[in-house]
């Protein structure tokens, strides 16, 4: 498949767009829940983990522009989601507490799974 600007641009303006909505929840944990735990990245990664499950499906059965499906899942859900973020946050949660650095990659992996498995089950409920 060919680069075009078309799809670079949409990879850009959805990744700027997912990276600002996850800096927000960051923010907004700072402000609200301040327990020490990442509850912002892990919200983040099992919401992005369930709209790539749903959106997987709804593309495989739904003829829309490439760019729009570039937009969404490599540049949004590429920006919302994190796995560096996630691995600092475990890195410095191990150097606190052992128990919260494992109950962290354990939801993460484990929800994020969890949730796309529901949103392909969703999408394929919803979408036949």
């Known amino acids: 498949m060919p680069i075009s600007w078309q799809t670079i641009f949409a990879v850009a303006f959805g990744g700027a767009i997912g990276s600002v909505l ?3 929840a960051v923010l907004f944990q700072a402000k609200y829940y301040t327990t020490g735990f990442p509850i912002a990245i892990l919200f983040v990664n099992i919401l992005g983990s369930f709209l790539i499950g749903f959106l ?3 593309f495989l059965n739904n003829t829309l522009s490439d760019n729009l499906r570039f937009f969404l899942i490599t ?3 590429g920006g919302l989601t994190t796995f560096s ?3 600092l946050d475990s890195y410095l949660l191990l150097n606190s507490s052992l128990n919260l650095a494992i109950l962290n990659i354990s939801l993460n992996l484990f929800g994020s799974l969890f949730a796309l498995f529901i949103g392909i089950k969703i999408a394929i409920i919803l979408l036949k």
């Open 22 to 24: 996850r800096y927000f």
């Open 56 to 58: 997987y499906i709804y």
């Open 75 to 77: 540049g949004f859900l």
């Open 85 to 87: 973020t996630f691995a």
